[in-house]
């Protein structure tokens, strides 16, 4: 956590640490090979996150039924045995390309689609899932 995360004085904001739940659920898509989206994201804040601190986090599916994907999301203050900080249970909801078509806007579309890292990133889950 750095001092741009900074919520309340010290601590990371919620939202911030929301933000960071959902990037990791929405990791394992690359995993499913699914295109998906964030239907729903609950969060528990269970200790105040040090600015400066480590926060480990941990994903993974719960369920798929027909579209909806179920996943749950944990973050443990300073490593993989810490304490948990913050939890999440999520729905994301497979969707086609159409999706972004549709409703994003086409420069960025186009700016992903040749994105390097993106390629790299979902390369990345090919050889290490
Ligand atoms: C490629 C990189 C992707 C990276 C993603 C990173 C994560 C994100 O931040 S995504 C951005 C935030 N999320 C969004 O913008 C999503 C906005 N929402 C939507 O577009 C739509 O509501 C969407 C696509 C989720 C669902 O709409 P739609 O495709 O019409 O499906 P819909 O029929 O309503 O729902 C499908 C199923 O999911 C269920 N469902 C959908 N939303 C919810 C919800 N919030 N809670 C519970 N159930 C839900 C429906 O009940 C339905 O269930 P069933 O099949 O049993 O009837």
Do not use: C
Not at 51 to 72: D, F
Not at 100 to 106: A, H, L, S, T, V
């Amino acid at each position: 956590m750095r001092p741009a995360h900074q919520g309340a004085p010290g601590l990371a904001h919620g939202g911030v640490l929301a933000t960071a739940l959902d990037e990791t659920l929405g990791s394992l898509n690359w995993l499913l090979r699914t295109i998906a989206v964030t239907g729903r994201l609950e969060t528990d804040f269970r200790r105040p996150v040090p600015v400066g601190s480590v926060l480990h986090l941990e994903a993974e599916v719960t369920a798929v039924a027909g579209r909806k994907i179920y996943s749950t999301a944990t973050g443990r203050l300073g490593g993989p045995e810490g304490p948990v900080a913050v939890r999440a249970d999520a729905l994301f909801v497979e969707v086609k390309v159409d999706h972004f078509i549709d409703n994003g806007r086409p420069e960025e579309i186009r700016v992903a689609m040749n994105d390097p890292d993106q390629i790299r990133r979902a390369r990345a889950f090919e050889v290490n899932p």
